[in-house]
């Protein structure tokens, strides 16, 4: 007979009635409700799944009869999940047709006594929900130019001491982008100037040089590659000595530059639990907006600091493993098309002389606008998912725990590496901090939500916080 048990990987935390499951090596989150929950505890390697029908049956005032199928399907669909192991007793294999036959001088159930059922609802439902959890951060950079993975070629010009040399004129930073830090050589001057602008923000302080290894990101043109002359107006972006991609545009650089130097603070790191969402500083704590790229998520955040809220982030709001608060990422936000008719005065203007290399994304410096930037350390207020339905009316909808821990999931880039620290500050997450939708129509509609939202948690007392 089978004896299941819980796979060694799988990590799970409760919330409220029910538990979340969280399986690593398949990246995928499970809520289990109540019933279901209670299967997986009694799956504990020792049981039959004739036992655990037993013993689930017992807790719920039910035959075993009546849940003995919904058991035995529960728990292959947690062996299939890989939630689940088996283990091979000495007597043969346990399906729901080799099962041993239950005691038929048990009373049938009474249909008309509605209580058992009220504690097993349409069943045992072995999943309520699955969230697939991302392993890679968001692409923030137009479908045409996206940059190529890892060394281009194999010809010895995966690194600046390749087949040609970068002549470098400036060294920026050093900068720090959550726990990523690093350093810019470049080979222009009008592109360091640019980048000094674009990077202020992320200006590392003293006490935060000395807290890590720094990379080194070169960008520029190689000289004295006489064996590639077709390359002579190539423009590359290397990372440590490995390519992350060429364009012939500077702005393109740019881009590229940001986009890697995202993915990396997006995925380094396991002091933080990091999501995907853009967030603000607000006298009721940080308001997050996790969302999907594309979701207008970076357009919100603009609009509420420009209209004087302090940014936080437009990309991955960091939560700090042992005490929740919220680390300030004040990347430059990024503006693609989309946005430019919404906040045309965003748009980067030279100053001081500073040429501004345009692209295909704006990157708005974010103390340039009325809100500045805010400190970091602060208290996680609540979270708000947005989503952008131009047809329908902005509204602010409150969102359960159990549905937001889902949603939430979806939006985890280092959940995996975080482990039972991280599913745990994203389950407490949910379970005290407020959470709702935001319908969104419209820049200034929505940022009228947000702002009613402020209001309405600053002087509500916590425990009314919906």
């Known amino acids: 007979m089978t004896v299941p048990r819980p796979s060694p990987h799988a990590l799970d935390a409760p919330l409220g009635d029910e538990l979340v499951v969280f399986d690593p090596d398949r990246t995928r989150l499970h809520l289990l409700n109540a019933s279901a929950a209670l299967i997986w505890a009694t799956c504990d390697g020792e049981r039959t799944v004739d036992q655990v029908t037993d013993l689930v049956a017992d807790a719920c005032g039910l035959p075993v009869e009546t849940i003995a199928d919904d058991v035995a399907t529960t728990v292959a669909t947690y062996l299939a999940e890989g939630l689940l192991q088996r283990t091979d007793a000495e007597d043969g294999p346990d399906t729901p047709a080799d099962r041993a036959p239950h005691d038929e001088s048990a009373p049938e159930p ?4 509605p209580s058992p059922v009220a504690t097993l609802p349409a069943g045992v439902e072995p999943l309520d929900e699955v969230a697939e959890v991302p ?28 087949s040609g040399e970068v002549s470098v004129v400036a060294t920026l930073g050093p900068y720090v982008a959550l726990e990523h830090r690093f350093v810019i050589e470049v080979d222009d001057a009008a592109l360091g100037a640019h980048l000094t602008s ?16 720094v990379h080194t990101y070169v960008l520029g043109a190689c000289v004295g590659d006489d064996d590639r002359p077709e390359r002579g107006d190539e423009l590359t972006v290397w990372f440590d000595d490995e390519v992350v991609s060429r364009s012939t545009s500077r702005h393109a650089l740019v881009d590229l530059l940001l986009w890697h130097l995202n993915q990396a603070a997006c995925l380094e790191g396991t002091d933080s639990l990091h999501l995907h969402a853009s967030a603000v500083a607000t006298p009721a704590g940080v308001l997050a907006f996790p ?15 420009r209209g004087g809220r302090p940014y936080v982030t437009d990309e991955c709001v960091a939560l700090d493993l042992h005490d929740a608060a919220v680390r300030t990422y004040p990347k430059p936000i990024a503006l693609k098309r989309g946005s430019w008719t919404v906040v045309p005065d965003l748009e980067p ?11 295909e994304i704006w990157q708005v410096d974010p103390t340039s606008l009325d809100g500045g930037v805010a400190d970091s350390g602060l208290p996680l207020g609540a979270v708000v998912f947005p989503s952008y339905r131009p047809d329908e009316t902005s509204r602010l909808q409150p969102v359960p725990p159990e549905e937001a821990v889902v949603r939430l999931a979806r939006c985890c ?14 389950v407490e997450t949910c379970r ?4 709702f939708e935001l319908t969104v129509t419209d820049l200034a509609s929505g940022c009228s939500q947000v702002d009613d939202l402020v ?6 007392p916590p425990a009314t916080r919906t």
Request: aromatic share 2%; proline share 8%; net charge negative.
């Open 291 to 305: 969302a999907e790229s594309g979701s207008g998520k970076s357009t919100l955040v603009a609009g509420l600091v």
């Open 198 to 213: 674009v990077l202020r923000p992320l200006a590392a302080s003293v006490a935060q040089e000395r807290t890590g290894p």
């Open 455 to 460: 209001e309405r948690l600053s002087t509500a």
């Open 413 to 426: 880039f280092n959940l995996v590496a975080t482990g039972q620290a991280g599913l745990d500050r994203l």
């Open 135 to 162: 392993t890679a951060a968001p692409d923030p950079l137009p479908d045409d130019a996206r940059p190529a993975a890892g060394p281009v070629d194999g010809t010895g010009d995966a690194g600046v001491g390749g």
């Open 110 to 113: 009474d249909a008309s006594d």
């Open 432 to 435: 005290e901090v407020p959470c």
């Open 349 to 359: 203007v030279a100053a001081d002389g500073v040429e501004v290399l345009l692209g």
